[in-house]
């Protein structure tokens, strides 16, 4: 939504005054411009989803994931299991945010900025 307020309505008139669509100006302007502020908000969606699926699975009594599985190497002093676990977490949330990062260059990689 944030992305869509911010549209300069000169944009939007300028289009229509030269006979666009909605929908051309939904796809040429609109899109283009929210992209850059979607991934950002879907980096963090996936990161807490992640954190909070896991955080689930730890605390629900019925979980069969890694939560689940950490759980179990708590209840047994299983440390090692613990340890595994752990770093597996790791790994795949580090490569569900690497996911987003590589469809955002794909699809919004105009909009990267560069460091100074």
Known sequence: NIGLSTL???YRDILRALGASK???FWKI???KTLPEFFGALKVAV???FIGTNLM???SPHGR???ALFDSGKTNSDYPLMFAVLI???ILGIALYYVVVFLERIFAGWAER???
Do not use: M, R
Request: no cysteine; proline share 8%.
């Open 57 to 59: 699975e730890i605390v």
């Open 114 to 116: 560069q460091a100074d």
């Open 23 to 25: 929908f051309t100006i």
């Open 47 to 49: 990161t807490l989803a």
């Open 30 to 32: 609109a899109l283009p």
């Open 65 to 67: 994931g890694l939560g």
């Open 88 to 90: 597996a977490l790791a």
């Open 8 to 10: 300069e309505p000169e």
